[in-house]
């Protein structure tokens, strides 16, 4: 069955920058390429936060407001991976951050996902 497995979280200092990866596995024929891909993250005590999306081709990307202009999403289909690309980081960013795709998602609705991956934690702190 299909799996995603994120990577790439840890400590980091505010001003600072982190990749997360989204490995993605279980697909047949390489279905990964029909799977839009989105990331979102949840801090203690708040609510699931939609970040970034990214269609299954790649053409349309949608980013948060909160993320704009220094969060950006990209895949490589041929690795069946997504990336969450983090730079100027705050500490406000600290959450767990997750992978989710489905086959007909459109933007940042996080009931729209089928599956979703494990997490991994960002903590952004001097």
């Known amino acids: 069955h299909l799996q995603l497995a994120e990577s790439g979280g840890g400590l980091v200092q505010p001003g600072g920058s982190l990749r997360l990866s989204c490995a993605a596995s279980g697909f047949i024929d390489d279905t990964f390429s029909q799977y839009a891909v989105a990331w979102f993250r949840q801090a203690p005590g708040k609510e699931r936060e939609g970040v970034a999306y990214?269609?299954?081709?790649?053409?349309?990307?949608d980013i948060g407001n909160s993320v704009k202009g220094r969060f950006t999403i990209s895949r490589d289909n041929a690795r069946n991976t997504a990336y969450l690309e983090m730079n100027n980081l705050l500490s406000e960013d600290t959450a767990v951050y997750y992978c989710a795709t489905a086959i007909l998602a459109w933007g940042l609705t996080e009931y729209d996902y089928e599956y979703w991956g494990q997490g991994t934690q960002v903590t952004v702190s001097s």
């Open positions: 990214i269609s299954a081709g790649g053409a349309h990307i």
